[in-house]
T-cell receptor, first 113, second 119 residues
């Protein structure tokens, strides 16, 4: 997975613009992925998920893209709002250990007016 | 949706004491719960899998005698940090699996976390 450091990568986005958050996952056997949003001092909140038999899934204002060839996941947020400011994590799971998610390092999204 | 509750949400204790954190599934039964630890500005790291009625399974590098896990009922798992030291200060988060939701693999819900500060 991605290296974990003391400083989260930060994405600064102007309100109303689209955001793209990227994640490289580590295990080619992973078949289920989730994007989580975490606000300060709170637990992770489910945003959207995707299984490995898909390469795109859309939700409300969010789209997840999966590229298994390069083990890459992205989350697109349309028309970013101030309430979208948070840390975003991708998490992967393998078939033989369902629920034991491995989390990526996270990306801090800061929405500016 | 399903709710997972953690208690306490924050706790401060003296070095050498033990602290118990509870994780409850409020409206579903959870045969499996997971405990994560998160240090500031870092990601969530899986510590252990809590299985109702049996011993927990710990991830590599996590001391089972240090972090005692008990899953005595289908709605409650507890994590006890024994002889806590300042380096144990962290955000502890649990998740619980609702097997009746989301097909055969169930759906996973996270608690709001418990912040432990050891002085």
């Amino acid at each position: 997975g991605e290296s974990v450091g003391l400083h989260l990568p930060t994405l600064s986005v102007q309100e109303g613009d689209n955001s793209i958050i990227n994640c490289a996952y580590s295990n080619s056997a992973s078949d289920y992925f989730i994007w989580y949003k975490q606000e300060s001092g709170k637990g992770p909140q489910f945003i959207i998920d995707i299984r490995s038999n898909m390469d795109k899934r859309q939700g409300q204002r969010v789209t997840v893209l999966l590229n298994k060839t390069v083990k890459h996941l992205s989350l697109q947020i349309a028309a970013t709002q101030p309430g979208d400011s948070a840390v975003y994590f991708c998490a992967e799971n393998t078939p033989d250990s369902w629920g034991k998610f491995q989390f990526g390092a996270g990306t801090q999204v800061v929405v500016t007016p | 949706g399903a709710v997972v509750s953690q208690h306490p949400s924050w706790v401060i204790c003296k070095s050498g004491t033990s602290v118990k954190i509870e994780c409850r599934s409020l409206d579903f039964q959870a045969t499996t719960m997971f405990w994560y630890r998160q240090f500031p500005k870092q990601s969530l790291m899986l510590m252990a899998t809590s299985n109702e009625g049996s011993k927990a399974t710990y991830e590599q590098g996590v001391e089972k005698d240090k972090f005692l896990i008990n899953h005595a009922s289908l709605t409650l798992s507890t994590l006890t940090v024994t002889s806590a030291h300042p380096e144990d200060s962290s955000f502890y988060i649990c998740s619980a699996r609702d097997l009746l939701a989301g097909g055969h693999t169930g759906e996973l819900f996270f608690g709001e976390g418990s912040r432990l500060t050891v002085l």
